[in-house]
Every structure is written in structure tokens, then in C-alpha cells.
């Protein structure tokens, strides 16, 4: 059951939380974007209830703030307790998957679109270059520029 971390009024929703996690109900709580929030949904989780934080990486990342040091943090506070996951939610671009794993973060949520060019890491700076050039070159030819 995705639960938001706070109401509409922006008022944080911990009684909420700490009933549907004794009910031994599998929790998504989500829209998170801070260490403050993290621990607050902690304390409200039933140990022995699956849970997932969500913390929303990437409109974090929307608005300028880096989304790693909270991941970070929220994984260690976490790692102890077996039945509760930190997810990398709205992953917006492939290195993401990266910044995730350094993070020791178990779950990511990615479009197809974003898998498929994690499919493509590791490809050389030389193949990059000459791929980067037949694509321009296809571009330029389709919209019949003359050079």
C-alpha cells in the first residue's frame, strides 16, 4: 500500500503509518525527500513489517539539490533493519543507476527508456565520438542541410 509521507496539509503522517505497519501491512511510504523524514517514518515502522522508503531522487535532483548524502544517510540508518527498503524513486537519467548502487541503495524504479541505455555503459569515449557523428550526420542529411 503506497502511503504519503505527509497529508495535503503537509502535516506528517506518522499515526497513519505506525497503524497500517502493526497491521503487518506491506508499506511504499512515499514522496520523501529528507533524513528528517526518514527517520521520523522509522520510528514508526513495525520491524517486523516489509516497508519501503521512497525518496524521490530525482525531482529532488528537478530542483537542484543532490539526492546522494540523503540516500546515503537513509541506507545507513536503515541497514540493520532487514524488512525495511530505501528505493531511488523518479530515476530521470542513467547514471542515476550508478549513483544508486554507490549508495548501496537496493531498489530503483526506472523507466524502460532508462534501462535500455544502462544496456549501453561502458561503450569507449572513441565509439561514443563516432556514434555521436553518424548521428549528427543522419540528422543533418534527413533535414537536407548542405555543408
Do not use: H
Not at 528537478?62 to 541497514?79: A, E, L
Not at 542515476?96 to 541503495?105: F, H, L, V
Not at 557523428?133 to 540528422?139: A, G, M, P, Q, R
Request: proline fraction near 3%; hydrophobic fraction near 35%; charged fraction near 30%.
Amino acid at each position: 500500500m503506497k502511503v504519503p509521507v505527509t497529508n495535503s496539509k503537509g502535516n506528517f503522517s506518522g499515526k497513519i503509518i505506525k497503524r497500517l505497519s502493526d497491521k503487518g501491512l506491506k508499506l511504499n511510504i512515499t514522496a520523501v525527500y529528507t533524513v528528517n523524514q526518514v527517520k521520523k517514518i522509522v520510528k514508526c515502522l513495525n520491524k517486523n513489517s516489509y516497508s519501503i522508503i521512497s525518496i524521490f531522487s530525482g525531482r529532488m535532483a528537478d530542483v537542484g539539490k543532490d539526492p546522494v548524502p540523503i540516500i546515503q544517510k537513509s541506507v545507513k540508518i536503515t541497514k540493520k533493519m532487514k524488512k525495511i527498503k530505501i528505493l531511488w524513486a523518479s530515476t530521470r537519467e542513467a547514471y542515476n543507476y550508478m549513483q544508486a548502487n554507490d549508495c548501496k541503495c537496493e531498489i530503483i524504479t526506472m523507466p524502460p527508456k532508462i534501462i535500455e541505455k544502462i544496456s549501453k555503459f561502458g561503450k569507449s569515449f572513441r565509439k561514443l565520438t563516432l556514434d555521436t557523428v553518424k548521428t549528427f550526420n543522419k540528422d543533418a542529411s534527413e533535414a537536407n542541410f548542405k555543408i
